[in-house]
Each structure stands twice: as structure tokens, then as C-alpha cells.
């Protein structure tokens, strides 16, 4: 058995991977946390654990933990893991360079994977548009739209899709990425990756990249139906997790792609 604590586990994600984690008998719950303002706090949820708002509980007696919480509680959680000697997936969006940097720093001493986007479905756009801006000099457009509520823009995923594209032509994503035009622009730069951004309704997250060239185009799409997608990809990704060496995977990993 793989004891397990979930972070944020009355967030919407949370809700789903914990109910994911429920009908794997490879894994045990052992601890959830939410936040200190929580009418629920102080509940026993599934398997008898109670719901706390300690972040330590979910490494003092876990083997992994898995957080899709927010970017202001990414860095506590890290330096417990480390701490602690604890496994750690991490589904966080809207995480800065040098939060990038600090999973980078831990993955020396932990297993840790971090993305954007736990997806298998992404994960394999992601690779397919890897050897697509390898070979394809045509411009590229990043499209996305998400649900009202989303508070980062472009998403992790679009922004991961970018890199990608930008990884694969040699350059770095700051130096050709444009996240807005208005008004008199002028002719679109050659190496240009364009991103447009949508918000609204209850839309879980479509995204497409779009290669254009003079005389052909191609555009790859994906569309998310349900969040449950991106809680079957954590567990998943939790279960590949568990037993590895110290270092930092991605979804890729998982796959094999």
C-alpha cells in the first residue's frame, strides 16, 4: 500500500483525486488538509482521516503527496517533502521561475513531478507538437479558452505547449512568445508563437495549436470533458511515482513518451 496525503482535498480538484484514490486498493489515504477557514475542518473524510489545515500532516506519515493547491502554499509544502523524504506530484498552475527553480533545487534530494497539466491526452499533443515544430517552419498559434474562474493566462498548459514548440526550434519562449496584439502591429514576426486567451462559462479547457503555413495548415486539439481527467492522471502519475529514484519527471515520463 501507498500512504498518501492529499493537499487541498475539498478543492475541486482535491475531490476528484481523492475520490480516484479511493477505488485504487493501491492506496491509503492517510492524510487531507484544506484551508484554516474551511466550515468542514476537523471532519473525518474517507478512511478515517481528519481534515486538517497542517501542512505537515500530509508528511509525517506518508510515503507521497499530491498537491493541486495554490502557488502560496507550493514552497511550505517542498520544503516539508524534503524534510521528510516524501514523494511529491504536484499539479499546481501559475507557478513563477523561480518556484520552477526551487522544484529543480529539491528534486536533488526527492522523486518530484511536476505538470501543468496531468492529462495523458495533453501529454501526448504535447509530444506530437514537439516533433511537428521540428520539422514544420510554419507559424504557430497557441489557442485556449477555460472556464470563468480560471485566475492564470495564458494556462500552464498552453505556456507548456509554447515551450515545447520554442525547446524544439532552439530558441527560449520570453524572446518570441506574444501574448497580446492591438492596434497597428505591423507584419507578424518570422518565429512568432502567438497566444490567444479566452475565459468563460464552465468550459474544463480546450486548447489548440495551430501550424500555419503558405499552402497547408495543421491544427492539433484537445478538449477536455470532465476534471476527472486530470485526477485519473494524477493517481496515475502518483502510482509511477512511488519507488523512484530522487529527480525531477513529467507526465512524458509517465508515458514513456
Not at 507538437?129 to 517552419?137: E, G
Not at 494556462?155 to 512568445?177: C, M, N
Not at 492591438?182 to 486548447?207: A, E, K, N
Request: hydrophobic share 40%.
Amino acid at each position: 500500500m501507498i500512504k498518501v496525503g492529499i493537499a487541498a482535498v475539498t478543492g475541486r480538484m482535491g475531490t476528484l483525486i481523492c475520490q480516484e484514490i479511493a477505488k485504487d486498493n493501491q492506496f491509503q489515504l492517510v492524510a487531507a488538509t484544506t484551508s484554516g477557514s474551511n466550515p468542514k475542518l476537523g471532519e473525518m473524510i474517507a478512511n478515517n482521516v481528519q481534515l486538517t489545515a497542517n501542512p505537515e500532516s500530509l508528511f509525517s506519515d506518508t510515503d507521497l503527496a499530491i498537491d493541486f493547491s495554490t502557488s502560496a502554499l507550493l514552497e511550505k509544502h517542498v520544503e516539508l517533502a524534503v524534510k521528510k523524504n516524501v514523494s511529491l506530484v504536484i499539479g499546481t498552475t501559475g507557478i513563477s521561475q523561480q518556484q520552477k527553480e526551487m522544484l529543480h533545487d529539491a528534486s536533488k534530494t526527492i522523486p518530484l513531478l511536476y505538470a501543468s497539466n496531468t492529462s495523458m491526452g495533453v501529454t501526448l499533443m504535447k509530444s506530437l507538437v514537439t516533433q511537428m515544430a521540428k520539422i514544420l517552419d510554419f507559424d504557430v498559434e497557441i489557442d485556449e479558452i477555460h472556464h470563468r474562474h480560471k485566475v492564470d493566462a495564458p494556462s500552464g498548459t498552453s505556456l507548456a505547449l509554447g515551450e515545447a514548440v520554442a525547446i524544439s526550434r532552439g530558441v527560449k519562449l520570453s524572446d518570441v512568445a506574444c501574448y497580446a496584439r492591438h492596434g497597428h502591429t505591423g507584419p507578424r514576426p518570422d518565429g512568432q508563437i502567438g497566444f490567444s486567451v479566452r475565459r468563460g462559462g464552465g468550459v474544463i479547457g480546450d486548447h489548440t495549436v495551430s501550424f500555419l503555413g503558405d499552402d497547408e495548415s495543421i491544427e492539433i486539439t484537445h478538449k477536455g470533458f470532465s476534471r476527472s481527467l486530470y485526477a485519473k492522471g494524477a493517481v496515475k502519475a502518483a502510482k509511477w511515482l512511488y519507488g523512484k529514484p530522487a529527480g525531477l519527471y513529467t507526465m512524458e515520463d509517465v508515458l514513456g513518451v
